[in-house]
């Protein structure tokens, strides 16, 4: 039976694979590129931007396999793709690190967008790491509950913010520091930013479980206790 998200229970894979792949895609592999590259004479802005390619290549192979692409894929995709262009008739590679912050931006502005529409961003990744039955218990939960849908929208708000300040503190790193230490500084910055917002995340979703008996990530109230 395939989940909302286009899933099947069998095809679902552990949490902490789920949680890897994209730290190997968009931390791992983009340093060896273009450390690698470096080490076998590339120049910078050659290595810049065919490290760059390799997360919007993961995504576009993951889209194909799946023949389907949700919207913040899309979105990420598309502005992976304008970042390897633009960088094609810059010729700098500062240029190209300011433009790679400024996909952060793009992403934040993106997750705050999302509170606009009907379904936030922290609802629609919740319901990415459920199964098809969860998912469907949890989007009733969503419509039932509106102390549900005041807690994602909070954590929508702070993921969104923390990719803006990602950005703020890149663009900084790529004007100011010499050039190649900027990729490995920028992805040591990223990590660091989003195992804050991760343990935020964890601590506020606990808090909010013991107030309103509810889970925020989960399928269920925690326990038959009303919303007052």
Known sequence: MASPNGR?????????????????????????????????????????????????????????????????????????????????????????????????????????????????????????WLGPTAAHAREAAWNDSPALRCGLARLTALWGCAQLLDCGAGVLVALLLPVEAVPALNRAKGLALLCAVVLATVLYSRRYGRRHALSLFGPAPLTTRREG
């Open 8 to 128: 099947t229970e069998t095809q679902d894979m552990p949490a902490w694979r789920t949680a890897a792949a994209p730290v190997l895609f968009v931390v791992v592999l983009p340093l060896a590129v273009f450390y690698g590259l470096r080490s076998q004479g590339v120049g910078q802005w050659p290595a810049l931007t065919l490290s760059g390619a390799v997360p919007a290549v993961r995504m576009a192979v993951e889209a194909a396999t799946r023949r389907r692409v949700d919207s913040f894929e899309a979105f990420m995709i598309g502005m992976l793709a304008v970042r390897i262009v633009t960088s094609l008739f810059t010729g700098s590679p500062r240029a190209v690190l300011v433009k790679d912050a400024g996909l952060a931006a793009a992403a934040g502005l993106w997750i705050l967008g999302s509170l606009l529409v009907a379904r936030p961003f922290a609802f629609q990744v919740g319901q990415y």
